[in-house]
């Protein structure tokens, strides 16, 4: 995965010098953005002029929304890296995020704009990014990353799923919102197991650590990855099914036992590196719960199911939205006081998700409190990192891998 940091003479703003810039920019804002908007919906203090039901719109805008774009900013910086191939800059960079933005805005007017209107403002960017991504990974011959194009495939699935339901000809939309979380969560299976160990390993080589280094890719990992998407599958076509407890307890056990081997308590010191470990753990915890609760049902669906999106793709998407800002504009791959209270709100906000259901009378302020460090996290990451990302990349350094 080294860089290949071959780019055009580009002389426009720098924000849309590269892929990874305005799409971590928009889905930092969107993502801070949109909770207190959710919030204030759900407790009936305003309401949001969408077609689709209160719930449904929230998941939607995670998904199909703030994660979409992240995983867009991801995808048009490694991809360059993986293929040897010029990156998208200018004016197609920039004709995507606007697609981008036109879903957010179909989807938020659906109700005063019609469902048709909005479903075509929301799909014609999955489609135009699946036709990008797939154009890029074929021309380059890259074949190791064609599930790349699967994953996206099913993104537009889900979210096709959602707008069928908001026609009146179907009720899928929690069926495609499901299928849109799951297929995050196997990116960060699958992504998470080439990064997560990659980056520790290099960082204890370079400080001489005695330790032991994280483990090569082997069995335990190929076996991982099946056994996660079986469980990822049965959880979405059959999510309250007696028996989908069981390939999600075989998940839990698997990727603990896979993150134990990645020598995470080796990174304590260096918090760019614990916080890869931590959002990968969200994702042990996760199916750990969802399985508790298949067996006894003692806690709401909810809690294993934020421990999966707040805590394993929150944590995880800023894991790699801060390191890859860093190192793609040219500054050094340290987490100031800033980055680590990032990581730090968006942790405070998955453990009170978790627990707000707990809370009793006091749900709705241990929920807005969750809301908060949510908000915070990504809106400090806006703060902090906007400035870099709209500026001519710092001189003295190459490129870094994604």
């Known amino acids: 995965m080294a860089a290949i940091p071959r780019y055009h ?11 990874f810039r305005p799409f971590f920019v928009v889905a930092a804002l969107w993502a801070a953005v949109v909770i207190p908007l ?13 077609a689709l039901p209160p719930t449904i719109w929230h998941v939607h805008e995670m998904v199909f929304g703030y994660a979409t774009a992240t995983v867009a900013g991801f995808l048009l910086t490694a991809i ?9 800059q200018g004016t197609p960079l920039v004709a995507l995020v606007l697609l981008w933005a036109a879903g957010r805005a179909g989807v938020m007017l659906s109700a005063q704009i019609g469902a048709a209107t909005a479903a075509v403002a929301d799909l014609v960017f999955p489609i135009a990014f699946l036709a990008v991504v797939g154009r890029e990974i074929v021309a380059g011959r890259n074949w190791r990353n064609l599930p790349m194009l699967a994953a ?18 179907t009720a899928t939309a929690e069926l495609g919102n499901r299928l849109g979380v799951a297929t995050l969560l196997m990116l960060i299976s699958f992504v998470g197991g080439r990064i997560v160990p990659s980056f520790t390993r290099n960082w204890l080589a370079k400080h001489r650590s005695g330790n032991a280094t994280p483990a ?30 069981w390939p999600e307890l075989a998940t839990a056990l698997a990727v603990g036992i896979r993150l134990a081997r990645w020598r995470g308590g080796s990174t304590l010191r260096e918090p760019l590196l614990w916080v890869l470990h931590l959002g990968y753990g969200w994702l042990a915890l996760g199916f750990l719960l969802l399985a508790v609760n298949g067996f006894a049902p003692l806690l709401p669906a909810t809690t294993a199911l934020h421990a999966l999106t707040v805590g394993a793709i929150g944590t995880m998407t800023l894991a790699v939205m801060t390191r890859a800002s860093l190192g793609h504009t040219g500054r050094p791959l340290v987490a100031g006081t800033g980055t680590t209270t990032i990581y730090v ?18 749900y709705l302020l241990v929920l807005s409190l969750a809301g908060a460090a949510w908000s915070g996290a990504f809106g400090l990451f806006a703060v902090l990192y906007g400035p870099p990302l709209m500026s001519p990349r710092a001189a003295g350094e190459a490129a870094r891998p994604i």
């Not at 360059?80 to 998208?88: A, E, F, Q, Y």
């Open 345 to 362: 709100l968006i942790t405070l906000a998955a453990v009170l998700r978790l627990l707000a259901p707990l809370a009793g009378a006091q």
């Open 9 to 19: 003479r580009y002389h426009g703003p720098a924000l849309l010098s590269a892929g």
């Open 152 to 169: 996206l495939a099913f993104l537009l699935a889900g979210n096709l799923l959602v707008h069928l339901e908001a026609f009146g000809w």
């Open 216 to 245: 090569g890719f082997d069995w335990v990992d190929r076996t991982t990855l099946v056994v996660t998407a079986v469980a990822l599958v049965v959880w979405t076509i059959a999510p309250d099914a007696a028996w989908t407890a």
């Open 80 to 88: 360059p890296n993986w293929t040897g191939r010029m990156p998208l």
């Open 38 to 50: 959710w919030l204030a919906f759900y407790a009936g203090a305003s309401a949001v002029p969408t």
